[in-house]
């Protein structure tokens, strides 16, 4: 765990997985069901030690409950490096969250999305034909990463010649993380927070139309307290720099890496006889591709009998808590016409994801230009994320 987190290491918590181990690796679902049945309060000694919390009603009450469960301390485990740019609102409790969430939903209503549907589905199209021309079609770099980094560049009004640049520090900042190489995402870091300062100064030299940018529009937003700073505007761009492209692409991927091995599927959905709306909501439960987001415990508590103490971190386990058999019928089956289906992809609470509806709208353009395509099946490489992602990373895909 970084020197600087300001948390210390839990010595005394029980080690009763390895989120990087051999097991959980080969089969992260199979060992989240073995928590679930054995230990749904679940140690771990990695990174100076934390608990994830796997059943569905455990992870529901802490993403609600901020007062014992603070998101002011710690985010991510192993820790990112905090030095710099505050991510905004994530690293705050409410009320504050609420300062700067008011102002992004105001680019996530309906309308805006719909406005940047057009633009959106020509980058895919534009992609898509250089996936059919390709010897080697690879849809984690040849789709899946531009798209959703284009995606975000369109939603916020960036220049789509900064995409590129962009994929690329999100792509190292988060594989620097997950390696707990501190020291290269620490530069990686400064460099993300760099690109938001400068995004920042030029919309303040050169305000654009503030209905399809978001920095011109945060600017001329009033919100309760005063405008917004400088540092809180890149803060929120700094948050949306990464969550915004990174975590996406994994869950496009997934969703290829399925229909790859699901022929049927497949031809059903290019025959319009798949009700894509839940499609989508059953790929989110069993493939939530923000696999945990953590919090730290403002005070002794405990959860079914285990004591947590003040200063630990708890992983909100999302991944595990939308195959709780308590909630979900035949749980570890994928079911594309479940209804209800009451998962918790984008978390819940105060910190439920802002840009859910953008990236259904991902998903759905997705899902069209897979169903355009030739008939696939798997390919290589298939690369899959690790803890706390989930999903794809690179699909290799054979259009013979």
């Keep these: 765990m970084a020197a600087d987190d300001g948390l210390r290491p839990m010595k005394s918590i029980p080690h009763d997985w390895d989120p990087h181990g051999e097991q959980t690796l080969a089969d992260p679902q199979a060992e989240l069901a073995r928590l679930r049945a054995q ?13 994830t919390l796997t059943k569905y009603d ?25 030095a710099g740019l505050p991510r905004l609102p994530l690293q705050k409790d409410p009320p504050e969250a ?35 021309t390709s010897e080697a079609p690879e849809f984690g ?71 399809t940018d978001i920095v011109s529009g945060l600017m001329a937003h009033e919100p309760e307290g005063g405008p917004y700073s400088f540092e809180e505007l890149a803060g929120m761009v700094r948050l949306m720099l990464i969550g915004g492209h990174v975590v996406p692409r994994n869950f496009l991927c997934s969703m290829a890496w399925h229909l790859a091995q699901d022929p049927d599927l497949q031809a059903r959905l290019r025959q319009g006889a798949v009700d894509q709306r839940l499609l989508i909501e059953e790929m989110l439960r069993c493939y939530a591709p923000n696999q945990a987001l953590v919090r730290v415990a403002t005070h002794d508590t405990e959860m079914r009998g285990t004591a947590i103490p003040e200063g630990c971190p708890v992983a909100l386990n999302f991944l595990s808590a939308n195959r709780d058999a308590d909630v979900f019928d035949d749980p570890m089956r994928f079911d594309e016409t479940r209804s209800p289906n009451r998962h918790i992809a984008f978390g819940i609470g105060p910190h439920m994801c802002i840009g859910q509806s953008v990236a259904k709208l991902q998903a759905r353009i997705a899902l069209d230009t897979l169903a355009a395509l030739p008939p696939f099946r798997l390919g290589e490489p298939v690369q899959w994320a690790r803890w706390t992602e989930y999903g794809v990373t690179r699909l290799g895909l054979d259009f013979t």
């Excluded at 603070?70 to 905090?82: D, E, G, Y």
């Design 141 to 211: 770099e040849g789709f899946a990463a531009p798209f959703t980094v284009g995606s975000l560049c369109i939603l916020a009004g960036m220049d789509l010649s900064e995409s590129e640049e962009l994929g690329q520090l999100g792509h190292d900042y988060v594989a620097a993380v997950q390696r707990q190489d501190l020291s290269t995402a620490g530069g990686i870091s400064r460099q993300i927070d760099g690109f938001a300062l400068r995004l920042v100064e030029d919309r303040m030299a050169n305000p654009r139309d503030p209905e």
């Design 39 to 51: 230990c749904p309060v679940a140690g771990s000694q990695n990174w100076g030690g934390f608990y």
């Design 98 to 132: 609420l300062r700067y969430r008011k102002g992004l939903n105001l680019f996530f209503k309906e309308n805006r999305i719909r406005a940047i549907e057009a633009p959106l589905r020509a980058l895919a199209e534009d992609l898509a034909q250089a996936l059919r």
């Design 58 to 82: 455990d992870v529901v009450q802490a993403s609600k409950d901020f007062e014992t469960f603070t998101a002011t301390r710690q985010t991510v485990i192993p820790t990112s490096p905090r």
